[in-house]
């Protein structure tokens, strides 16, 4: 399993493995250890809105249940996750392109579309049918080490409940 098989069937299905939205936290945790809550969670444990974090993967929750989940990549670099989503790997190099990532897709026979609301000066986004996974392209920053600095990288992919 490679970072572009899990994206792209994160993609595809709206999960990652057995998480997915709307499933409860202690049940994540029970899947993925304990989680690192947002320093807002520590203030107020019964706030909601904000994520729990395993290294590059988040968990936003909502009333004690999982109401969305990401993973940020920055260009570049690695990412480190949990090995129930990437297994056999402490960390996979997370220098995704736009045109990696869609090509996975249309090779999946996934359909995307540009999502509107998410695109805008050099950012871009599609929104990946029919689970309605959110992706987000970036330029690369300043200190970002990518070999191709005028195209898109991932930055993040998510998926909200309503």
């Given at each position: 399993?490679?970072?572009?098989n899990?994206?792209v069937?994160?993609?595809r299905?709206g999960r990652?493995?057995p998480?997915?939205?709307?499933?409860?936290?202690a049940?994540?945790?029970?899947?993925?250890?304990?989680?690192?809550?947002?320093?807002?969670?520590?203030?107020?444990?019964?706030?909601?809105?904000?994520?729990?974090?395993?290294?590059?993967?988040?968990?936003?929750?909502?009333?004690?249940?999982v109401?969305?989940?990401?993973?940020?990549?920055?260009p570049?670099?690695?990412t480190?996750?949990p090995?129930?989503v990437?297994?056999?790997?402490?960390?996979?190099?997370?220098?995704?392109?736009?045109?990696?990532?869609?090509?996975?897709?249309?090779?999946?026979d996934?359909r995307?579309?540009?999502?509107?609301?998410?695109?805008?000066?050099?950012?871009?986004?599609?929104?990946?049918?029919?689970?309605?996974?959110?992706?987000?392209?970036?330029?690369?920053?300043?200190?970002?080490?990518?070999?191709?600095?005028e195209?898109?990288?991932?930055?993040?992919?998510?998926?909200?409940?309503?």
């Amino acid at each position: 399993m490679t970072l572009m098989n899990v994206l792209v069937d994160f993609a595809r299905t709206g999960r990652i493995g057995p998480l997915h939205c709307g499933m409860p936290l202690a049940e994540a945790e029970d899947l993925l250890g304990p989680g690192r809550p947002h320093p807002a969670i520590r203030m107020r444990p019964d706030i909601d809105g904000y994520p729990y974090a395993w290294n590059g993967l988040e968990l936003v929750v909502t009333r004690r249940l999982v109401s969305g989940i990401s993973i940020r990549l920055r260009p570049g670099s690695t990412t480190k996750l949990p090995p129930l989503v990437l297994p056999d790997s402490e960390s996979y190099p997370s220098t995704v392109l736009r045109e990696d990532l869609i090509s996975g897709l249309d090779a999946a026979d996934c359909r995307h579309d540009v999502n509107d609301r998410l695109t805008f000066g050099e950012q871009s986004s599609i929104l990946a049918q029919p689970a309605n996974v959110c992706a987000v392209f970036f330029p690369p920053g300043r200190d970002d080490h990518v070999p191709h600095r005028e195209r898109l990288y991932l930055g993040v992919i998510h998926k909200h409940t309503a």
